[in-house]
């Protein structure tokens, strides 16, 4: 049992410098954000080692958290009842997962919805498969799906042509209002109307606002659609109260658990009706997926005892003022906000405001490089008017990384000061190679050079 320096000396190398360079720049990308060392523990403990298909006792939903660690009475039971999974050698893993299970429903139980009233399933090995296994439980291919354009803010699996959900089944898609920028409810309604869907998708990769659940609701009785709801993003922020929740509104919820949740890479799907969750459970498996990663399980169960904590919440509240405040100082230095703003952890800046002398816009691409290159880490991301996602025009930011530094409303002011700087200094131009036409921009060095000593600064 040597360790990886010994072993593997070069990888080892390799993520320090991974490690540092997380130190050291100021990431924006607001799917990202930093696991705490509890939640990493289990990551790289011997839970990786085991197999255990299948699920735990279905009564252990109901159980209290100090009932499931109980494990000498878990013990007992387990040595005379048969155990419902495939494997042999699950009894601690039985434990993790029902624990898991059991604090992500108090995590996202509400006044009115009670934790034992929430179908956890806490299996998906990431966002895709949990989206996915959800449209298998309940609907055959074929059917019409409906969710947000990937180039207005919906996520792949929401129907793109490109993902599994756009070629299994029949999607069709709402966008952004081109004025407002913003969902246009009846307009949702109309398209649902017209096309019928089995399923209406909600909940977004880029968009920044919250949506309303209960028009979505609404919309989704109205042509007896199931409502899922995809907090992937926003988990976090609804976990800790700062954001309303979809619970009691939506059928079915999916979420990742590493994005706002600070948690390990893994999913959840949330659901509210037995006949329902049982589907959902098939589907997870064996329709998706094999075994499940115990040691991911075991860090959901730390990461969701976190997020009830009032620092938890404290921080989650924070993520937002900052991304308000951020959102704030670039409208105050002239740069537009795609969508409208932001009541979100996140906001795209549209970059298509800085014109070179050839009348070449900034792109999202070259914006993200720059800053890149100057130690501020976002990513470029369609924006309303754009026709492609290769050719976008907008950058996304997102606080929770820089929230988790410490960094509060004047730190982002100033981030955004720097930002604005660089994007303005920059001289956008196209030149031409062959029959293709590149898309490039300048910064003059020694501006560079400053922007590089004012992020390093922060
Ligand atoms: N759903 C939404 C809204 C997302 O933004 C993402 C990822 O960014 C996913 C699903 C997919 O998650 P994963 O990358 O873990 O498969």
Redesign the pocket.
């Known amino acids: 049992n040597d360790s990886m320096e010994k072993v593997d000396p070069d990888l080892k190398r390799i993520i320090d410098l991974e490690a540092a360079r997380q130190n050291q720049k100021l990431i924006f990308i607001p ?1 990202e954000s930093a696991a705490p060392l509890a939640v990493r523990e289990s990551l790289g403990s011997i839970l990786q080692n085991i197999y255990a298909e299948g699920y735990p006792d279905e009564a252990s939903r109901w159980f209290s958290q100090e009932k499931i660690l109980d494990v000498e009475r878990h013990l007992a039971h387990f040595s005379r009842y048969s155990d419902p999974r495939y494997y042999k050698g699950v009894e601690f893993a039985d434990v993790i997962e029902e624990l898991a299970r059991r604090r992500c429903a108090e995590a996202f139980a509400t006044p009115d919805v009670h934790a034992d009233d929430i179908y956890v399933n806490v299996q998906p ?7 996915n296994a959800v449209y298998q439980a309940l609907i055959n291919p074929g059917d019409t799906i409906l969710g947000m354009n990937l180039l207005h803010g ?5 129907g793109s042509s490109v993902n599994r959900s756009g070629k299994l089944y029949k999607a069709t898609h709402y966008s952004v209002d081109p004025q407002t920028e913003q969902i246009d409810y009846d307009e949702v309604e109309r398209i649902a109307l017209e096309n019928k869907p089995r399923v209406i998708i909600t ?4 968009y920044p606002w919250v949506p309303d659940w209960a028009r979505f609701r609404q919309i989704a009785d109205k042509v007896g659609a199931y409502l899922m709801a ?4 926003i988990a976090g922020m609804i976990a800790a109260g700062v954001l309303p929740s979809p619970v009691g509104f939506a059928d079915v919820i ?3 658990t ?2 706002t949740l600070c948690g390990p ?3 959840c799907i949330l659901s509210f009706k037995e006949s329902i969750s049982k589907k959902i459970d098939k589907a997870v498996f064996p329709g998706e997926q094999g075994g499940p990663h115990m040691q991911v399980l075991a860090a959901m169960a730390t990461t969701f005892k976190l997020a009830r904590e009032e620092s938890f919440k404290n921080f989650q509240q924070q993520i937002l003022k900052n991304c308000k405040a951020m959102s704030d100082q670039f409208e105050a230095r002239g740069i537009r906000i795609a969508f409208g703003g932001t009541n979100t952890h996140l906001l795209n800046i549209d970059c298509k405001s800085v014109i070179g002398p050839d009348g070449t816009t900034l792109s999202g691409d070259m914006a993200a490089r720059m800053m890149d290159l100057a130690g501020l880490v976002a990513n470029s991301n369609a924006i309303p008017g754009d026709k492609a996602t290769l050719r976008a025009s907008g950058v996304r930011l997102g606080t929770p990384w820089l929230t988790q530094r410490g960094l509060l409303e004047q730190d982002m002011r100033e981030i955004a000061d720097i930002i604005v700087d660089l994007l303005q200094a920059a001289k956008p131009y196209t030149y031409t190679t062959g029959n293709t036409s590149v898309s490039r921009a300048k910064v003059d060095f020694k501006t560079f050079e400053d922007i590089k000593i004012r992020v390093r600064k922060i």
């Open positions: 799917s090995l990431s966002g895709a498969p949990a989206n919906g996520h792949l699996t929401h909940g977004f990769s880029s995809d907090i992937s993003h999916t979420f990742t590493h994005k890479r893994g999913a």
